[in-house]
């Protein structure tokens, strides 16, 4: 449900079923035959709007619209109607790029891009000819055609997931790892025991990097690991590398351009808000990242590095990547795959899992409260305000609070849907400067006073921004300050590293100045 705000949209509980298939069925009978209801009732709530009546007994009417669909690359083509293999012919959906072109585009102006205009074109070639012979990799009509205000050419954006994360993200390392072997005369195993004995702050624990790469992979231009785990391991490199082989890295590396090169691009497309001022630096990023791929490995340019090219223009339309992406969703097919190795039932599989999954959704509904205000903590204990010491009771004692009163503190709290926890890094706004640097902050106490929770906090001094380890650097500083939960900038979580004794903080996106920017252009 696009119209949804991101914090409650990426719950899983907000995913919803329509169908379960098997694939040979699909084949059999067509996509046609699938979605025929979905898309009469499209067709019936974009016309005639579908009435909610709240509990308080307010009357609301809606307009339904389908404005994409998020899926992998394969389904995506198949869907479109669209050739379904990516080793040669027409492999992209946004261009008329063909496989054996890929290695000489590294710049989306020298793309022919697919319009609806030449779709169209195309399917009425495909229809008046009696073998119904492909043409530029369009053998069909997209099944969502009957829905008139749909731009099918648009319909399918790309996928942050299987493109970047699962694609482009492991290729890189592969690729940057190996230049740093061989210009670094560092061994594989050097690098494995870097990787293996780094030390993760707690918020990047969950996805610490755990497989041993070999030398095969790297000849393969890939890595082990899941997406999330990828993603990690690529924000850590330059500090794993940095922290054990800093005496090897005298020179400049392109595999460690590379890499920082990947991190540059990472930065913008996982940003929950993107500038519109960042549209064209993405452009020039990717083009840099592509034509240094080609210098460190020829023939490397995979279909998903090109569906890269089409990134800036996509985001105009759809706003940021994330928003999109598949990732949640790839979280309820794990659902379905424990409940199938559960049950041991597969004796009409497609029933059971989704009577099983529809009796999940019944018993969610039935909450009262699907979208709970309340706040979740770990574990915690009353105590004095006067007990926290000098400097942080301070914040907290004024003309209607004393020092004798007590207060609840936790370590750990959620609170509409955003946790905090001690020791945990934010970024409390972003200074006024040409290069809009963060301003930190480390949570010192989690505090629950008179039923208001506040976040008291010591500044962090910003020093500069070290483009090696693509972190900025700080220090602690003596001065805390209170701030209230919402009035950070950002809400994802830092940590703190230590590389040759500096203190570093490495960012997992780059955060916005402007919230009128590109977020969620879809949400009507």
């Not at 809606?62 to 990516?86: E, K, P, R, W």
């Not at 351009?257 to 090169?261: A, D």
């Not at 006073?449 to 001094?461: D, G, P, T």
């Given at each position: 449900?696009?119209?949804?705000?991101?914090?409650?949209?990426?719950?899983?509980?907000?995913?919803?079923?329509?169908?379960?298939?098997?694939?040979?069925?699909?084949?059999?009978?067509?996509?046609?035959?699938?979605?025929?209801?979905?898309?009469?009732?499209?067709?019936?709530?974009?016309?005639?709007?579908?009435?909610?009546?709240?509990?308080?007994?307010?009357?609301?009417?809606?307009?339904?619209?389908?404005?994409?669909?998020?899926?992998?690359?394969?389904?995506?083509?198949?869907?479109?109607?669209?050739?379904?293999?990516?080793n040669h012919g027409y492999v992209s959906r946004y261009c008329l790029t063909k496989h054996a072109d890929l290695q000489n585009v590294s710049d989306c102006l020298q793309c022919v891009v697919r319009t609806p205009e030449h779709f169209s074109e195309q399917l009425a070639k495909i229809n008046s000819d009696a073998n119904h012979t492909p043409q530029f990799g369009i053998r069909g009509e997209c099944v969502f055609e009957e829905l008139e205000y749909l731009n099918t050419s648009d319909l399918c954006p790309p996928d942050i997931m299987h493109d970047w994360h699962e694609g482009v993200v492991p290729a890189i390392i592969a690729i940057g790892l190996s230049s740093v072997i061989q210009k670094?005369?560092?061994?594989?195993?050097?690098?494995?025991?870097?990787?293996?004995?780094?030390?993760y702050c707690t918020v990047d624990r969950r996805n610490r990097y755990g497989p041993v790469i070999t030398k095969a992979q790297l000849k393969k231009g890939t890595i082990p690991g899941t997406a999330s785990e990828r993603l990690c391991l690529l924000r850590m490199l330059p500090l794993m590398l940095w922290q054990n082989f800093s005496d090897k890295f005298i020179t400049n590396i392109d595999g460690l351009?590379?890499?920082?090169?990947c991190l540059d691009i990472n930065d913008i497309l996982m940003a929950p808000v993107i500038e519109l001022e960042w549209i064209p630096l993405l452009h020039f990023l990717i083009s840099e990242h592509h034509q240094l791929v080609k210098k460190l490995s020829p023939t490397s340019i995979t279909p998903k590095f090109h569906y890269l090219l089409h990134y800036p223009q996509t985001i105009i339309k759809f706003g940021p990547p994330r928003h999109y992406f598949t990732m949640r969703f790839e979280s309820v097919h794990q659902y379905f795959k424990r409940l199938t190795q559960c049950t041991k039932n597969f004796k009409n599989l497609t029933q059971t899992l989704s009577n099983r999954y529809q009796n999940l959704k019944a018993f969610q509904l039935s909450n009262l409260e699907f979208f709970p205000l309340e706040f979740d903590i770990t574990s915690g204990a009353s105590v004095v305000i006067n007990t926290l010491g000098e400097k942080l009771s301070s914040l907290l004692i004024n003309d209607m609070v004393d020092g004798d009163e007590k207060v609840y503190i936790t370590s750990s709290v959620e609170l509409g849907q955003v946790k905090y926890s001690c020791g945990s890094i934010l970024i409390h706004k972003l200074a006024d400067d040409l290069v809009s640097t963060p301003q930190f902050v480390e949570i010192c106490k989690l505090v629950k006073?008179?039923?208001?929770?506040?976040?008291?906090?010591?500044?962090?001094?910003t020093l500069g921004y070290e483009n090696k380890l693509h972190s900025y650097?700080?220090?602690?500083?003596?001065?805390?300050?209170?701030?209230?939960?919402?009035?950070?900038?950002?809400?994802?979580?830092?940590g703190i590293y230590c590389v040759d004794g500096i203190s570093v903080i490495p960012l997992k996106y780059r955060p916005a100045v402007h919230v009128s920017a590109i977020s969620v252009c879809f949400c009507y």
């Open positions: 449900i696009a119209g949804l705000p991101p914090k409650y949209r990426s719950q899983l509980k907000t995913i919803f079923l329509y169908c379960l298939a098997y694939h040979s069925r699909v084949k059999q009978y067509g996509y046609a035959s699938i979605f025929n209801d979905m898309l009469e009732d499209f067709k019936k709530f974009s016309q005639d709007p579908l009435t909610v009546k709240t509990r308080r007994g307010k009357v609301i009417s809606y307009n339904v619209y389908l404005h994409f669909l998020s899926a992998d690359n394969l389904s995506a083509h198949d869907i479109l109607g669209l050739q379904t293999h990516f670094g005369k560092i061994k594989l195993d050097e690098i494995n025991a870097a990787i293996q004995g780094f030390e351009t590379l890499i920082l090169k006073i008179r039923s208001k929770w506040v976040i008291l906090a010591s500044k962090l001094e650097t700080i220090r602690r500083t003596e001065n805390y300050l209170k701030i209230l939960p919402g009035e950070e900038i950002d809400h994802s979580l830092l």
